[in-house]
């Protein structure tokens, strides 16, 4: 099960940090990721994590903004977001996958319910 938190509102460029905390002892054992949706598009790659975290990708749109971590010991995936733009709203969703392509949103096989990023202008 995992569970997202930290969305809310912030004037652009401005931060925000998503946590997502998973349940059960095989965490690490998951390669993590981040999508988004927006109203009316579809669901969205934005950064994901390997298993050691030792190698993360990013959306184009994200790069030098956002930072995908993780610590295994805690069970926890963060997405730490700065210099929000308007374009950055959305429903914000993390998801566990066992293997890649790691962008690819068919790969993750548990989500978490989401937590909203409203970025005003």
């Known amino acids: 099960q995992l569970q997202a938190s930290g969305g809310g509102l912030v004037q652009a460029g401005g931060s925000l940090r998503l946590s997502c905390a998973a349940s059960?002892?095989?965490?690490?054992?998951?390669?993590m990721g981040w999508f988004r949706q927006a109203p009316g598009k579809e669901r969205e790659f934005v950064a994901a994590?390997?298993?050691?975290?030792?190698?993360?990708r990013y959306a184009d749109s994200v790069k030098g903004r956002f930072t995908i971590s993780r610590d295994n010991a805690k069970n926890t995936v963060y997405l730490q977001m700065n210099s929000l733009k308007p374009e950055d709203t959305a429903v914000y969703y993390c998801?566990?996958?066992?293997?890649?392509?790691?962008?690819?949103?068919?790969?993750?096989?548990?989500w978490g319910q989401g937590t909203q990023v409203t970025v005003s202008s």
């Open positions: 059960g002892r095989t965490f690490s054992s998951y390669i």
């Open positions: 994590i390997i298993r050691s975290g030792g190698v993360t």
């Open positions: 998801a566990a996958s066992y293997s890649g392509p790691i962008s690819e949103v068919g790969q993750y096989a548990y």
